[in-house]
Structure formats: structure tokens, C-alpha cells
């Protein structure tokens, strides 16, 4: 079991910046892999950037390429978002998720375990 609770959410401008932090419990989670998900109103939630258990590899989605990056401290039983260069289309919950294998997922189906959800704003 791994229990996740998502903080650093705010209200920005764009082109402004945000660091989201994920804090783990369960000694299972410095071994799985673990995604960043969002979901705006009156739309589908959709894969933000992922990483396998290690840190060894990162996936981002084309959106968030080059201003977003994903990292994971498993000795911290942590893992963060920093969001640069925002953007208003950038406004949704942000979500992050954990799962039992090792190697990050882009389908938010993948992951069995998740946060509550941080809002993220950006004012144009």
C-alpha cells in the first residue's frame, strides 16, 4: 500500500513558476514507478509526466516538454513537479500516483495508488 498527499498548488502568472511535492507513506514506494496527472473542468485527466522507480527514466507529454520536470527521492519517500514557464491552458488538479511495478506508466489506468489533488491556477 502507498498513500500519497500532493502539496504546492497555488494561484501564479504566467510564465511564472510552481514546485508540487508528493509525500509517500508505505515502504513500497521506493519501488514504484510514479506519475503526474491533471484534470481542468469539463475535461478528461490526462498524463502529465512519469518516472520509473529509480529516477532512470522520464516521460512527459508533449504539452509539458521543456518546462516541466519530474523527479523522485526515494531516501525521502518523496516526489516533486517543478513547473516553469506556466501557462493558463496549465490550470487543473494535479495529481500524483503511484504503482506496484517499477516502470512508469503514461495511462492513468496503470497506477493504483493517488493523492487527493492539488489545484494549480494560472492567471493570464
Known amino acids: 500500500q502507498v498513500q500519497l498527499v500532493e502539496s504546492g498548488g497555488g494561484l501564479v502568472q504566467a510564465g511564472g513558476s510552481l514546485r508540487l511535492s508528493c509525500a509517500a507513506s508505505g515502504r513500497t514506494f521506493s519501488t514504484s514507478a510514479m506519475g503526474w496527472f491533471r484534470q481542468a473542468p469539463g475535461k478528461e485527466r490526462e498524463f502529465v509526466a512519469a518516472?520509473?522507480?529509480?529516477?532512470?527514466?522520464?516521460y512527459y507529454a508533449d504539452s509539458v516538454k521543456g518546462r516541466f520536470t519530474i523527479s523522485k527521492d526515494n531516501a525521502k519517500n518523496t516526489g516533486s513537479l517543478q513547473m516553469n514557464s506556466l501557462k493558463p491552458e496549465d490550470t487543473a488538479v494535479y495529481y500524483c500516483a503511484a504503482r506496484s511495478g517499477m516502470l512508469a506508466k503514461i495511462t492513468w489506468s496503470d497506477y493504483a495508488y493517488w493523492g487527493r489533488g492539488t489545484q494549480v491556477t494560472v492567471s493570464s
Open positions: 518516472i520509473n522507480w529509480n529516477g532512470g527514466n522520464t
